[in-house]
């Protein structure tokens, strides 16, 4: 008898090829909650995950589990430990996605420093001559925060339009693009800050008042990482005080972002419902990586990125 591993229905047909080609039978679920994956996947030995919660609760009644795929890097919405006590991998695919998010945070780094978005809504809704004036890249500071993949290619991409690199890692301690500062430094100096690090208990909610009050008026924040990294208050505060000139922003703390949040009313943010990842080319190598740690495990073998032990 094959295995039976549950996926979203939206995963790329890459993964789902790649599953069945592999002697797999595929659960497809349209609804990705802990209480739907029980009540219609409660036997299967594997699973592809998205982001949604899976809670700790429905650990007990998977008797089959042993491999919890996350189909992307961040794992905040599974408990590693967890998993582990019950005998279960937890993966991720870390080498899918870097280069696309990086160009979707290039592309939102473009769009605030030349209003597009804004230019374009106005024209859309009549006004031709618009007032909204940009700002050249060429001279000024990017500040990267977190420098692994993501924001490693970042780097890359981004040294081409002339701009002065900041990094900051506490792990880093030598690049051959920009130069490594303190945290204090790039707050201070940078132009245009973008946070890629991981969330853990030095960097959860660090981007809070203090921070905003060390950066530059002038500054932009990006966020195409983790919605954890920001104290979301004390941003939506600064970017009403103008503290900040504005932000370009993917990830929050709930998600979806609720219709009630001050963000929506805040002219000075470019709002996206994260989508860093989504192209057709990423959203198949993140299905097809996803789904190949799922054989592996399947398979009697140890898989290639999982994020816990057993």
């Not at 299967?44 to 890097?73: C, Q, S, W, Y």
């Not at 981007?207 to 954890?228: E, H, Q, T």
Request: proline share 4%; with cysteine.
């Amino acid at each position: 008898m094959s295995d039976v591993v549950a996926v979203p229905r939206i995963l790329s047909e890459d993964g789902k090829k790649y599953l069945k080609n592999h002697g797999m039978h595929i659960v497809e679920l349209d609804d990705m909650s802990g209480e739907s994956i029980v009540k219609q996947a409660a036997d299967v030995d594997g699973i592809i995950l998205l982001t949604d919660p899976f809670p700790n609760e429905i650990f007990a009644k998977m008797k089959n589990l042993k491999v919890i795929a996350r189909h992307g890097v961040g794992y905040e919405n599974v408990n590693p430990e967890f998993a582990a006590k019950h005998g279960v991998w937890l993966t991720i695919t870390p080498n899918a996605n870097a280069s696309t998010v990086a160009e979707t945070t290039l592309a939102a780094i473009l769009d605030l420093s030349k209003n597009l978005t804004k230019v374009s809504n106005d024209m859309m809704a009549g006004t031709f001559q618009d007032k909204h004036i940009g700002f050249d890249l060429e001279g000024k500071n990017i500040g990267i925060m977190g420098y692994g993949r993501i924001g490693r290619m970042l780097a890359q991409k981004i040294s081409g339009l002339g701009m002065n690199v900041l990094i900051y890692d506490p792990y880093i301690t030598e690049t051959n693009i920009g130069k490594i500062v303190d945290r204090d430094t790039l707050l201070r100096k940078s132009d245009i800050i973008s946070l890629h690090m991981l969330v853990t208990p030095e960097t959860e909610k660090s981007i809070n008042k203090d921070a905003f009050k060390k950066m530059k008026n002038s500054a932009l924040l990006i966020n195409y990482g983790r919605g954890a990294l920001v104290e979301e208050q004390d941003m939506i505060k600064a970017l009403k005080d103008h503290e900040i000139l504005g932000a370009a922003l993917d990830v929050y703390d709930e998600e979806p972002l609720p219709l009630s949040s001050d963000l929506y009313k805040l002219d000075n943010v470019l709002l996206t419902p994260h989508v860093a990842s989504f192209t057709k080319e990423c959203m198949s190598r993140m299905a097809v990586d996803a789904a190949s740690e799922v054989v592996r495990v399947l398979s009697g073998k140890k898989p290639k990125w999982n994020v816990n032990k057993k």
